[in-house]
């Protein structure tokens, strides 16, 4: 374990924006919980979850400034990703294995296009069955393991920008700005179904919050690194 010094300790205690390009695989509890054990603050907190195969922008408060994680948890996100046709899977992301195979020989480019266009502007959205939404207290992917019927409610969200980058079938590259609360996982298995031939989402980047650009963002190991030599300085 790196033991910080008292001063940079006071320091992050105090408050600081971490921007952090999170490793595919962590989970963003994964990213707080490994900078408050390095840290030895209790304060620490992100501002919007990404899912374990996602990767990109995270954002990190520690210290007083976990006060501005609302704030930046209500900022518009930019994300880029790949969605792939021709099947579906249960949580809509490669975290579970594509069933119920289709044909997309039918499948164009302006089809693509013509039916990306129902989910521009303000529009309701179902989240996925496997998301950390709540329901009486329990996380809705915890009722989905257990085979438990879940009802799920729209929800209210605004994709500012969704543009088909470049298509190379059964691969769609995409870009999307979106309001807050919106899951990119249920748009890609939304637009499977109104292009008639199922998707999921096989690859996600987070590339922007607000203003806060993923190209400023550190690597853990560059994180990690930093806090190591400060502490032997």
């Known amino acids: ?9 006071a320091r992050y205690e105090a408050g600081q924006l971490i921007l952090v390009d999170k490793p595919l695989h962590w989970t963003s509890f994964d990213v707080v919980r490994k900078i408050r054990g ?3 603050i209790k304060k620490v907190g992100h501002a919007g979850t990404l899912d374990p195969l996602a990767t990109g922008l995270l954002v990190v408060c520690t210290g007083k400034f976990t006060k501005k994680i609302n ?8 994300y880029t990703g790949t969605i792939t046709l021709g099947a579906v899977t249960p949580t809509y992301d490669l975290e579970s294995t594509p069933i119920d195979e289709k044909d997309i020989g039918f499948v164009t480019p302006e089809l693509l ?4 266009q ?4 303000a529009i309701l959205q179902f989240p996925p069955i496997y998301s950390a939404i709540k329901k009486e207290g329990v996380a809705l992917y915890e009722l989905a393991r257990r085979g ?3 009802e799920l409610q729209a929800r209210p969200i605004t994709i500012h920008e969704f ?13 999307v700005v979106c309001s807050t609360g919106t899951y990119i996982r249920s748009l890609a298995h939304d637009l499977g179904q109104a292009v008639g031939c199922g998707a999921y989402l096989s690859s996600l980047r987070r590339t922007k919050i607000g203003a806060l650009d993923v190209a400023d963002a550190v690597s853990m190991e560059q994180f990690i690194e930093s806090i190591r030599d400060q502490a032997a300085s």
Do not use: C, D, Q
Request: proline letters at 2%.
């Open 1 to 9: 374990m790196i033991a910080v010094n008292e001063e940079t300790s």
């Open 38 to 40: 390095m840290l030895r």
């Open 71 to 78: 704030e930046y948890m209500a900022a518009e996100k930019t």
């Open 113 to 116: 296009n013509e039916k990306k």
């Open 118 to 121: 129902l989910f521009e502007g």
């Open 148 to 150: 438990e019927e879940v």
């Open 163 to 175: 543009e088909l980058t470049e298509i190379l079938l059964p691969f769609v590259h995409f870009k």
